[in-house]
């Protein structure tokens, strides 16, 4: 009687605890990170009576947590690469919108300042002309400007939610680490007693580090967890979390780096990351920030070097050479915070030689000791340069017969081995975009003096059409060429007339400050006059060559004008967020499918845990009646005792 009696209070005991966990089940069917727990029974050891052997009971060995590793390790690697693409296009739809809308005028702010410059050359002397374009030049200034500015204030943003990001790591980590101490101390007071609810709040902290940062864990045999992030750096080991760290970039103040430890010892890792809102910020601000900034540097670099190019070719109404309508942040190069010359090598300058072959990437230069190279930061692909020796040394970008960037060494004192520097041709001068001219004069509306034959000209004589021969210099009056017979000539200019030269045709003839040539066979008396300057009247040909700017070819190697260029930076821009909002949406499905999967074994399924309550507590019922039989035997045991 009385095995079976303790065999039914077993039974009771049992179904008791089993009953508490559905109800906590139940009651937890809502709650973010519960893991759905079960009971876990054994039959108790069997006696042996002879005739075979008899159970005597239910055991509880434990209770569980529901859990399949593989479904939960897929989860957390959907969720955080979701939550770096969703970082990602969150910058990105930011940029697009700065760029990708026509709110913020550039295109039709080019568009009026070239239509009004083809306008002046419909009318060179209006004063009201004149205005009107340094008013467009100012409008195309302020709206690239101001483009600028909003990209730099979202660069400024990105870096705050970087520093934000990294301040949650390390606190969930600490987190972590505590909850390791508690798990650790718990688990070892017995084998079938694991802390469930503490197991259950450590997974939704290492759920919700993963949406930051790609971590990778592994499981101690005393329970901790140890997580690992970037190439390998052990984040939390056991009870102990590293904290991560940000600090400037080693070229821009602008841009954080994410660090491993802190201080002279810190790692950093910001090119490791992967995974994680973290990640999403870091990549966004290397590819879409970057390119939009730089591309649309460039294009203010094409706009402000072409039309002060084409400035210097013309005549203003005061009758001088064309000045700078455009003013220009020039391109920046930072030495890295590491170089070991920074006391002794002056800063390096820059300047762009040849627009039509400057790109909007950046540039890493490196001096190795003995030879300097260039690379690019985002590729690591080699770029050439040719070091012209002197004093002071030049280095031009990339090498050939048209680079794009020369670079002007310190005269005094010398770089380091391993000493680096960042090239950025662009990136400051969507900011740096100003109309350096005031007053409507100075527009070169008129061309250059040009060559006629003389009327009474016998001979085949042609003449070219000049050009300065030293820039920036007018010359000064008119330039006469006379032929005093058919193989020699005399130059007048400025009251001064040349002893007899000797003619060759097409040989340049330099004069009054003019490079030209004559060709043909030109007659004993023929003259060729090239005119004074005259920037005053009705003269229109540089203001037509300004306004054909809109559609000239001037960057990619002079085959794509100003307005397309900006357009592919637009298009660029907007293809890279689409394929960014494409790519999370992707993800988000993935991500979805796998939460769901791993829900369908660990979450709480209310239909389930009823059907279990009813099989519980009918087992409940059914264990009370064996007591009640238990009790009956018993006492129908002690009446035939006593009768007998």
């Known amino acids: 009687m009385a095995d079976i009696l303790s065999t039914a209070i077993s039974g009771l005991e049992a179904f008791q605890q089993a009953l508490s966990v559905t109800g906590n089940n139940i009651s937890n069917a809502s709650t973010p990170g519960y893991t759905r727990q079960q009971v876990n029974l054994s039959p108790s050891f069997a006696q042996n009576f002879g005739s075979g052997f008899v159970g005597s009971g239910v055991n509880v060995d434990g209770v569980s947590r529901i859990l399949d590793q593989f479904a939960n390790a897929q989860a957390l690697g959907a969720n955080q690469a979701l939550a770096q693409q969703t970082a990602y296009v969150g910058v990105a739809n930011q940029v697009n919108d700065v760029l990708g809308t026509s709110s913020n005028g550039i295109a039709s702010a080019l568009t009026s300042f070239y239509n009004s410059l083809q306008s002046l050359s419909s009318n060179p002397s209006s004063q009201t002309l004149r205005s009107s374009v340094l008013a467009q030049a100012q409008t195309l200034a302020q709206a690239i400007n101001q483009a600028g500015t909003q990209l730099n204030q979202i660069k400024t943003t990105t870096a705050s939610q970087v520093s934000a990001a990294v301040d949650q790591v390390n606190s969930l980590a600490g987190n972590i680490a505590q909850l390791n101490a508690q798990i650790t101390q718990l688990s070892g007071q017995g084998p079938n007693q694991a802390p469930n609810t503490l197991l259950d709040q450590r997974d939704q902290l290492v759920s919700q580090l993963s949406q930051i940062v790609g971590v990778r864990t592994n499981t101690e045999a005393s329970g901790a967890l140890d997580i690992y992030v970037g190439s390998g750096q052990a984040l939390v080991v056991g009870n102990q979390a590293t904290a991560l760290s940000t600090a400037p970039s080693a070229y821009d103040a602008a841009q954080l780096d994410v660090r491993f430890g802190s201080g002279a010892s810190a790692q950093v890792i910001t090119g490791q990351l992967a995974g994680g809102s973290l990640a999403g910020y870091v990549q966004a601000q290397s590819e879409v920030l970057s390119l939009a900034i730089n591309g649309l540097g460039q294009i203010a670099t094409a706009v402000a070097t072409s039309v002060n190019a084409q400035q210097a070719q013309g005549v203003t109404a005061t009758n001088t050479l064309g000045g700078n309508l455009f003013s220009l942040t020039a391109p920046t190069v930072t030495a890295a915070s590491t170089n070991g010359s920074v006391n002794t090598f002056g800063a390096i300058t820059a300047v762009v030689s040849n627009v039509s072959s400057l790109t909007a990437s950046n540039y890493v230069l490196k001096y190795s000791g003995t030879a300097w190279t260039a690379t690019d930061p985002k590729t690591g692909a080699a770029v050439p340069l040719a070091v012209i020796p002197g004093i002071p040394a030049t280095i031009q970008i990339p090498s050939g017969t048209a680079p ?187 991500a979805t499918q796998a939460t769901q999967r791993q829900q369908n074994i660990s979450g709480v399924n209310l239909d389930e845990e009823g059907a279990k309550l009813v099989q519980w507590q009918q087992a409940y019922s059914a264990a009370g009646k064996v007591v009640s039989v238990a009790a009956s035997l018993f006492n129908t045991l002690i009446s035939d005792i006593n009768a007998g």
Request: charged share 5%; aromatic share 4%; glycine share 12%.
């Open 404 to 590: 794009a960037l020369t670079l002007t060494l310190p005269a005094a004192g010398s770089p380091s081995a391993g000493d680096t520097f960042l090239i950025q041709p662009t990136a400051g001068a969507a900011t740096g975009l100003a109309v350096s001219l005031t007053d409507p004069n100075g527009l070169a509306a008129a061309g250059l003096p040009v060559g006629t034959a003389g009327a009474a000209n016998t001979g085949t004589g042609t003449i070219s059409t000049p050009t300065l021969a030293t820039p920036g210099t007018l010359p000064v009056g008119a330039t006469t060429i006379n032929f005093v017979t058919a193989n020699t000539y005399t130059v007048t200019a400025n009251g001064t007339t040349s002893a007899a030269i000797a003619y060759t045709s097409n040989t340049a003839i330099t004069a009054n400050n003019l490079t030209f040539t004559i060709s043909g066979a030109p007659k004993a008396g023929d003259s060729f006059t090239i005119g004074a300057p005259n920037g005053v009247g009705n003269d229109n040909r540089n203001a037509l060559a300004l306004a054909s700017l809109q559609t000239q070819g001037v960057l990619n190697g002079g085959t794509v004008s100003v307005a397309s260029g900006y357009s592919t930076l637009v298009a660029d821009v907007g293809t890279t967020t689409k394929a960014a909002t494409t790519a999370q949406a992707a993800q988000q499905a993935v």
